[in-house]
């Protein structure tokens, strides 16, 4: 007697939390979200939750009303508790910073699934956001620290990250640590030679040019960048694309080095604002040099970003950062927060084309290589699949 077929096995169903998502995306951490849920799309049925405006792909949640000129962390704490209300159905729960953490966390006590949680940055190691969120600095590091060390997983960006887990919050077993690198979109961050861009925003494609690209916040250290050009080839075009600050004191501390730079040497050209990602790849593609100084990196998405455009790098040698730079190869590694040491690396590279094409050439190559969203994706759905017991 013929056996009927099998059904087929019914995919796991993912509930994805954060509080970055396109057109909303800011920093690295919803970079990495953008990308790996676009990529784990065929593996697992995942419904993404995000805040801020409603979107067509993502269910968005805002802070509520009543709270409207309370903390800003406690509006985020709103969004987590809409969120929590909203995943009912989920066999896991995946959640992106503390922004969206006591979500995953609520969620997986009041639904009995597992909690994945990214560790795309330590509260602990960011002291500085008590300037940003006063008393809200010590509700976010309640969120972090109540959901990490509770959470079935912890996926750790690098093993630099896996490391400052295990320093901040030791009461989480070593076991429960999964490291799982940050991609690139090779294919969409490749090198673009064209010059419309650059002559849109001034910025001379004949002459070199050190590029900085991130947040002004104390982490990604534009200041020591700044502070640097002091000693940096005067006749490289210093390119900073970099928004507003998290905080009044930071912005008028940044605009002040900008300022006096301006009054000393040209080609100090600084866009303010979120640029379009063809705008970005076409400056890094570019650029001579791409200028990392952070104080604070987990991995860095944007060395990534700026090898896959064949951009070579100068960065600190924090965090996860060596382990996407390889030293001498992609790029050349400083101490962080010294201006001179970081000025001295750039002007090698300035100086030296050869040198500056070798490190672009071979970094397009490593990020092509060893960091694709596919293998992210897929080392992310096993690890679903082993909590879930699938």
């Not at 800003?72 to 809409?82: E, G, K």
């Not at 100090?268 to 705008?279: D, Q, S, T």
Request: hydrophobic fraction near 45%; proline fraction near 7%.
């Amino acid at each position: 007697m013929t056996q009927p077929a099998p059904l087929p096995a019914q995919r796991l169903r993912v509930a994805m939390l954060t509080r970055e998502y396109p057109p909303e995306v800011y920093g690295g951490a919803g970079v990495h979200v953008e990308y790996l849920a676009r990529s784990l799309a065929s593996l697992v049925d995942l419904t993404v939750h995000c805040q801020g405006g409603p979107r067509p792909d993502a269910i968005a949640h805002q802070p509520w009303e009543q709270l409207s000129a309370a903390s800003s962390a406690l509006q985020v704490i709103s969004t987590d508790l809409a969120m929590t209300a909203a995943v009912g159905g989920a066999d896991l729960v995946h959640s992106h910073t503390w922004y969206a953490s006591l979500a995953g966390h609520l969620s997986s006590l009041l639904y009995g699934v597992p909690h994945v949680m990214t560790a795309h940055s330590l509260e602990p190691l960011r002291p500085w956001k008590a300037e940003q969120l006063g008393g809200g600095y010590s509700l976010s590091s309640w969120c972090e620290r109540t959901a990490i060390e509770s959470a079935a997983a912890v996926v750790a960006v690098s093993s630099g990250m896996a490391a400052d887990i295990r320093a901040c919050y030791p009461q989480v077993p070593a076991g429960r640590v999964r490291v799982i690198y940050n991609g690139i979109d090779a294919d969409e961050y490749q090198p673009d030679h064209g010059r419309d861009v650059l002559d849109r925003l001034g910025i001379d494609p004949a002459e070199p040019s050190v590029v900085f690209v991130g947040r002004v916040t104390r982490q990604k250290g534009l200041p020591v960048l700044l502070r640097a050009a002091e000693w940096i080839d005067p006749s490289v075009q210093l390119v900073l694309c970099a928004g507003q600050a998290d905080t009044a004191e930071l912005q008028a501390e940044v605009t002040g080095l900008v300022e006096h730079l301006r009054a000393t040497r040209s080609g100090v050209i600084w866009l303010p604002g979120m640029l379009a990602k063809p705008e970005v790849i076409q400056i890094l593609s570019n650029a001579t040099v791409f200028a990392c100084p952070s104080e604070y990196e987990p991995l860095g998405i944007v060395n990534l970003e700026a090898m896959a455009c064949g951009c070579a790098v100068v960065a600190s040698a924090v965090g996860g950062i060596p382990e996407v730079v390889a030293d001498g190869e992609t790029g050349l590694l400083v101490p962080p927060g010294e201006p001179e040491a970081l000025a001295t690396a750039i002007n090698s590279v300035i100086r030296d084309p050869g040198l500056a094409a070798a490190l672009g050439a071979r970094g397009r190559e490593r990020a092509v290589a060893e960091f694709s969203w596919a293998a992210v994706a897929a080392q992310t759905a096993q690890l679903y699949a082993e909590l879930a017991g699938r």
